[in-house]
């Protein structure tokens, strides 16, 4: 939808300005509310698509305003309409995917009843099975964390976010430390940062997740390992 708005408001400029063939900026007004009126941009929208959306509205009324009071005619429309899209990029570039990068980390534990890594990968797998990757992708993250403190690698600490997490676990187990930054890379991008979840990116944590069962060693702390009750359960938010 993203890439057929950004069509559209490009002809829509184009025309409105004078330098379509055959369509005058009555035209393109009419074209631009026929686009804008499709189904398809009226479902429950995102904060992205919704951002677009805006600016396709806001570009159609400044055309429509300056197509014939604006010194230098069709040049200095295309003027603006390239001085509009950069805006644009940056405010998807501020609000979308990349700007993630940008967010802090988030913690990894829910609010609700503890949970051992056994009822978080229990819990995990049950949601794969329902096809919910964003919850069960959540659920395994939370499983091998769960599993590191239990085995002793990990002191269970509150508020432990999903970078210090990976960092931890990484310094524990170095051969894991790449899946374990990835790891934690799509638990803030589905938990914090509203990205749905895949079954490949569930399927790359599953089989960490198999990995450090079968070869992490335990270690003895103070006080005995144990389960886990920092890292709670309850359904993800």
């Given at each position: 939808?993203?890439?057929?708005?950004?069509?559209?408001v490009?002809?829509?400029?184009?025309?409105?300005?004078g330098?379509g063939?055959?369509?005058?900026?009555?035209?393109?007004?009419?074209?631009a509310?026929a686009e804008l009126?499709?189904?398809?941009?009226?479902?429950?929208?995102s904060l992205?698509?919704?951002?677009?959306?805006?600016?396709?509205h806001f570009?159609?009324?400044v055309?429509?305003?300056?197509?014939g009071?604006?010194?230098g005619?069709?040049?200095?429309?295309?003027?603006?309409?390239?001085?509009?899209?950069?805006v644009?990029a940056?405010m998807?570039?501020?609000i979308?995917?990349?700007?993630r990068?940008h967010?802090?980390?988030?913690?990894l534990?829910?609010?609700?009843?503890?949970?051992?890594a056994?009822?978080?990968r229990?819990?995990?797998?049950?949601?794969a099975?329902a096809g919910?990757?964003t919850?069960a992708?959540?659920?395994?993250?939370?499983?091998?964390?769960?599993?590191?403190?239990?085995?002793?690698?990990?002191?269970?600490?509150?508020?432990?976010t999903?970078?210090?997490?990976?960092?931890?676990?990484?310094?524990?187990?170095?051969?894991?430390?790449?899946?374990?930054?990835?790891?934690?890379?799509?638990f803030?991008?589905?938990r914090y940062?509203?990205?749905?979840g895949?079954?490949?990116?569930?399927e790359r944590?599953?089989?960490?997740?198999?990995?450090?069962?079968a070869?992490?060693?335990r270690?003895?702390?103070?006080?005995?390992a144990?389960?886990?009750?920092?890292?709670?359960?309850g359904?993800?938010s």
């Amino acid at each position: 939808m993203v890439t057929a708005a950004r069509g559209t408001v490009v002809a829509v400029l184009a025309s409105a300005a004078g330098g379509g063939p055959g369509i005058g900026r009555k035209a393109a007004q009419q074209l631009a509310r026929a686009e804008l009126a499709k189904p398809e941009y009226h479902h429950h929208v995102s904060l992205t698509e919704a951002v677009i959306l805006a600016v396709l509205h806001f570009l159609t009324r400044v055309v429509n305003a300056a197509s014939g009071a604006v010194p230098g005619g069709w040049w200095a429309l295309v003027a603006l309409a390239a001085l509009a899209v950069i805006v644009t990029a940056g405010m998807l570039n501020w609000i979308g995917p990349l700007a993630r990068s940008h967010r802090g980390s988030g913690p990894l534990a829910a609010e609700g009843e503890a949970r051992t890594a056994r009822h978080h990968r229990q819990e995990a797998q049950r949601l794969a099975g329902a096809g919910d990757y964003t919850a069960a992708t959540i659920e395994c993250v939370r499983a091998i964390a769960a599993e590191l403190e239990q085995r002793g690698l990990l002191p269970p600490r509150m508020g432990r976010t999903a970078d210090e997490f990976a960092a931890e676990a990484g310094r524990a187990l170095p051969v894991h430390a790449d899946a374990l930054r990835d790891a934690a890379r799509q638990f803030d991008e589905i938990r914090y940062g509203q990205r749905p979840g895949s079954r490949a990116g569930y399927e790359r944590l599953s089989e960490l997740d198999r990995r450090i069962m079968a070869s992490a060693p335990r270690v003895s702390r103070p006080g005995g390992a144990g389960a886990a009750p920092v890292m709670a359960g309850g359904p993800p938010s």
